[in-house]
């Protein structure tokens, strides 16, 4: 691959930086792999038999599949602030669809420096301002043409200006947040999920292992729209058993009909019929698979080094993709669709820790610990997030029960809400509302069915009512006053935590 000037002094002088230290490295590397957008379903090793993720399932099978991960706040900037903090929304501040803080007190990439890594970021990173760095020595970013900064451009907007001269990148004429599909029109490796995977290898290819430890972060743009593999990625879904979107028995209010013809491409809810969901789950699906084969190459390339059995691997995405369900699109909601996500560990041999399932509820703000526990840096008492370690060997007696999930206004005054849930039951308050949800995950995974008004579930929603008031508590009279939940009218987007109104 040609690999413009400015890129290459950008690996030579990462590979000049890490050979220059001459001390022994006693600490693992840490790779963090993750997706925009991928729900937990799209995965083989999720049971999924119409996604090919030969990779994924290879890594899954070597190391911890966590059945239950979650993504408190499913939107990428309030993820990308929970998994770059380690803090629950209400800690982080940002509790919906805002602007990640320039600064906070815990920053991954910082923290893993100040404990002896080199650290380097590619790919997305979604942060505000676009170039700031919380700790990396370098970074090498696709915002997938995202400006929100004066004269920003990514690098690989950069690199593909250069590759490309006079091409257009966004060729394929599909939105940042269209729900409908097409094939890559320009050549494979012209495509920013070969570059992310490609920038990674080079780096990893050029690295020196005895140095200082690594801590690389890769993340891909993609699955999040555009739904555009190339052509031979797609051929692979010919005939696959891709699932109709599922359709609960209460979501009727969403089931306006629409000509995919004419109407918004980007709608956040609508019934564009079956086949069009397919359509775009088929692309969708079709882009994991490339972005696998990119994870591949990486897996491969640190085998190749001798780095593989020293390293940390933890695969995740910032949240899920409706795909049609219910009637839904993109993200925000309090479905599994859009809150569940994949979750693989691959720990290193050192750990001798056995492959296996875990059911626990985790979420990104575990990601943080864990590694400052292999790290052997102690991890912060007031960090919502725990270590996986004791989970993966076996040693853990008291994880938390359920997890949090929340998101501000968005798409419609009805979509802002707080959820609970462990896997096996979820309860959802609607806080402009002041409606509920209860679903049974364990006999209806795909929420088909409301239980709130079952008699046989009376008990269990009292419970989880409860649990929810005690969560909330903390925020005060507006969110719970005399023991009750309390209806709001008004969205708070930013909380009080949010370190630009301390």
Known sequence: MNIPTNLKCTLAVTAGLCSSFAYAQKHPHIILIMTDQQRADAMGCMGNEAVISPSLDALAAEGTLFMNGYSSCPSSTPARAGLLTGLSPWHHGLLGYGKVSPEYNYEMPQMLKDAGYYTFGIGKMHWHPQRVKHGFEGTLLDESGRVEDKNFTSDYRQWFQTKAPGKNPDATGIGWNDHTASIYKLPENLHPTYWTGEMACELISNYDPDGKPLFLKVSFARPHSPYDPPQRYLDLYKNAPVPDPAMGEWCGKYAKKLDPEKAAKDAPYGNFGNEYARNS????????????????????????????????????????????????????????????????????????????????????????????????????????????????????????????????????DDNYWCALTDGKIKYVWRIHTGTEELFDLTKDPQ????????????????????????????????????????????????????????
Not at 380 to 408: F, I, Q
């Open 281 to 412: 789950k088929r692309h969708y699906y079709a882009n994991i698979t490339f972005i696998d084969e990119q994870i591949g190459r990486i897996i491969q390339t640190l085998k190749e080094k001798g780095m593989y059995d020293d390293t940390l691997i933890i695969f995740v995405s910032d949240h899920g993709d409706m795909m049609g369900d219910h009637y839904h699109w993109r993200k925000t909601y309090p479905y599994e669709g859009s809150t569940h996500v994949p979750y693989i560990v691959k720990w290193p041999a050192a750990d001798h820790i056995a492959p296996g399932k875990i059911d626990a509820p985790v979420e990104l703000r575990d990601i943080l610990p864990t590694f400052l526990d292999v790290a052997d840096v102690t991890i912060p008492a007031d960090m919502d997030g725990r270590s996986l370690l004791p989970l993966a060997k076996g040693t853990e007696t008291n994880w938390r029960k359920y997890l949090d999930l929340e998101h501000a206004t968005c798409y419609s």
């Open 447 to 502: 929420e088909l069915h409301n239980a709130v008004n079952d008699k046989k579930y009376k008990k269990q929603l009292e419970e989880m009512r409860n649990e929810m008031i005690r969560h909330l508590s903390e925020r005060g009279e507006e969110f719970v006053k005399d023991e009750q939940l309390v209806v709001r009218e008004k969205t708070m987007l930013y909380g009080p935590n949010y370190p630009e109104k301390q």
